[in-house]
């Protein structure tokens, strides 16, 4: 079956422009995650939604990023007058079960490179 | 505050050889541990987690709570175990998952 897909799989954008990032989860799954991962690190937790639910958005790293996910499928992560130090990969995954009790597994996307020049 | 070190960022080892990827965590309650894989040009995708007590593709892992440590093992490595292996701690009460840097699994002919 279909898995998570993302969109666009790059994106470079000059320095202070707006990016619009999205995230196709898988159908059904009621959890969805955006991650951050910086080259040659791990992947950072930025945002989780519950459905169309934004329970936790401590992990984004300032008021330039936003998250939505309004129908509680289709999610899209948008990041404001992008800065150098905002070129990473953003992965997005999703997960078939209620997040915060028992930890279900989580599918990931491609992701999508961004460069910010 | 909870942390995940993997200290290896590069592991090269012969075919056929004993694979031993560490894992320490820094969480003072009751863990859940994963090891996720990524394969060149391929996503994310999960190894095996501890609860599951399985072996995935011949790897295992074993949580250690005295050593606060969950290292994945494999007796013989493959040339197809080259990949990049991270190690994720969760936790009841939180939504996120905390990754390792990640270790480069190379496994020579």
């Known amino acids: 079956g279909a898995g998570v897909s993302q969109s666009p799989r790059y994106k470079v954008a000059k320095r202070g422009q707006d990016v619009a990032l999205r995230c196709d989860p898988i159908?059904?799954?009621?959890?969805l995650f955006w991650y951050q991962q910086a080259l040659g690190q791990g992947p950072e937790f930025l945002t989780y939604f519950q459905n169309e639910a934004q329970l936790d958005k401590s992990g984004l790293p300032s008021d330039r990023f936003f998250a939505e996910r309004p129908e509680g499928s289709v999610s899209t992560l948008k990041i404001q007058r992008t800065q150098q130090e905002d070129s990473a990969v953003y992965l997005c995954a999703s997960s078939l079960n209620i997040a915060g009790t028992r930890s279900d597994t989580q599918y990931f996307g491609p992701g999508t490179r961004l460069t910010v020049l | 505050a909870q942390r995940v070190t993997q200290p290896e960022k590069l592991l090269s080892v012969f075919k056929g050889a004993p694979v031993e990827l560490k894992c320490n965590y820094s969480y003072s309650g009751s863990p859940e541990l994963f090891w996720y894989v990524q394969y060149s040009r391929q996503r994310l995708q999960l190894l095996l987690r501890?609860?599951s007590r399985e072996s995935i593709k011949g790897f295992t892992a074993d949580l250690n709570k005295g050593e606060t440590s969950f290292h994945l093992k494999k007796p013989f490595a493959q040339e197809e175990d080259s990949a990049m292996y991270y190690c994720?701690?969760?936790?009841?009460?939180?939504?996120?998952?905390?990754f390792g840097t990640g270790t480069r699994l190379k496994v020579l002919a």
């Open positions: 159908s059904g799954h009621v959890s």
């Open positions: 994720a701690l969760s936790f009841f009460g939180t939504y996120k998952y905390i």
């Open positions: 501890h609860i």
